[in-house]
């Protein structure tokens, strides 16, 4: 959960805040040169002064003439109220943008040039220093979401009439992955001998436990608290990645093998915390700031190199893949719905049911069968035996 705001900022907009009898302004990166290169802006010592300020810096900015002050615009206003993983991942992408774009003007946009920027981009590169890979298919097509997603607050912010390219792009669909976890390869993942008492295999294989049974996504199962999830009438879970844009709730029902797989998780840890999952120091192992769990995803890492060194598991899988195994198994594509707590079964479907369709095939009557069209077509396999 996001980090709740100190008193004295209560009430104020989005990264101000009052420190040493001053309103400041918490200067989003990449555009200090709008603020007179600080990543600190000093409003004002009043509150209405501290607005004055604001707005004459919004005034400066509204004159939006290049794609360059759309993006910086779309930076100020819209990247601030994402998550903070998305935060950091849609700065990144306004760079790429920015060097292609920035200083051509809003309009004309041709959709040719989203066409031949995904071309480009798609090429992987990779740098000689440092061996870090960059571009390919899926990076290009996240920065061409974000500048459509820049184009249409432009037109709900008055600086066109209409999306460019909205509606006039067909990019080639990305293919989701199938890989399904079998059965047998659960087994083995929970059969890894633990060095320790308590530690990561066993935390992990517990986590795995809890994960199977109710397919809850990594950080709303890492972010579980017993205090404010662990109910009498079972765990109560609203997902983190959606919960601005509704207040569902899922309540998953005790079961004897949820209630043990809790108690497993219980046990495995290496201090009393109010998580259910926690570190050595007893703090979950999501950072609200960043929107990431570095320790528990080296952790997992750690833990599937063992898996596929002393196991006969040769295929690794990710969290991701049990996520999905959950929404294979399930008995039905509504079950398998709720589960996930999707708002519809089309991401369902499309993503999470990942086995063959088994189907019923066809019966026919036999051919020269003389019966009646009104009567079923079905065979009769008892006579045709004997």
């Not at 615009?73 to 943008?97: D, G």
Request: overall charge positive; hydrophobic content about 30%.
């Amino acid at each position: 959960m996001p980090k709740p705001r100190s008193r004295e900022n209560q009430g104020l907009p989005l990264r101000w805040r009052r420190t040493h009898g001053a309103y400041y302004y918490n200067v989003p990166p990449g555009l200090e040169h709008l603020w007179d290169n600080k990543k600190l802006f000093r409003l004002g010592s009043k509150l209405h002064e501290a607005y004055q300020a604001w707005a004459k810096r919004l005034g400066e900015q509204a004159n939006v003439r290049t794609i360059g002050d759309l993006l910086d615009r779309y930076a100020l206003e819209v990247i601030p109220t994402k998550s903070p993983a998305s935060q950091a991942s849609n700065q990144n992408q306004l760079k790429k943008i920015r060097e292609v774009f920035g200083s051509m003007p809003l309009l004309p946009f041709r959709p040719q040039l989203v066409y031949q920027y995904i071309d480009v981009r798609s090429k992987k590169k990779k740098d000689p220093e440092t061996g870090k890979v960059t571009g390919g298919k899926i990076a290009a097509h996240r920065e061409i979401e974000v500048l459509s997603h820049a184009y249409t607050k432009a037109v709900e912010w008055g600086y066109i009439d209409k999306h460019p390219f909205k509606g006039e792009v067909r990019l080639q669909g990305e293919q989701p992955r199938q890989r399904y976890v079998e059965d047998w390869e659960i087994e083995e993942i929970l059969s890894l001998t633990p060095k320790r008492n308590a530690g990561s295999v066993r935390m992990i294989q517990a986590y795995v436990r809890l994960k199977l049974l109710t397919g809850m996504a990594q950080g709303d199962l890492l972010r579980l608290r017993l205090d404010e999830n662990i109910k009498e009438d079972g765990i109560h879970n609203q997902r983190h990645k959606t919960k601005k844009s509704t207040e569902k709730w899922t309540i998953y029902a005790w079961s004897d093998e949820l209630r043990e797989a809790v108690e497993q998780a219980l046990a495995t840890r290496p201090k009393d915390s109010p998580y259910l999952f926690c570190n050595r120091e007893g703090c979950g192992y999501v950072n609200e700031d960043q929107g990431r769990a570095s320790g528990w995803k080296s952790m997992w890492q750690r833990f599937m190199d063992r898996v596929l060194e002393e196991t006969k598991v040769t295929e690794p899988f990710t969290e991701h893949d049990l996520r999905a195994k959950v929404g294979s198994d399930a008995s039905s594509l509504e079950h398998a719905r709720s589960l996930l707590a999707h708002a519809d079964t089309k991401t369902t479907q499309r993503v999470y049911r990942r086995k063959a369709e088994v189907v019923e095939p066809i019966r026919r009557r036999p051919v020269g069968a003389e019966d009646s069209p009104t009567k079923a077509i079905d065979v009769d396999l008892d006579r045709r035996e004997a």
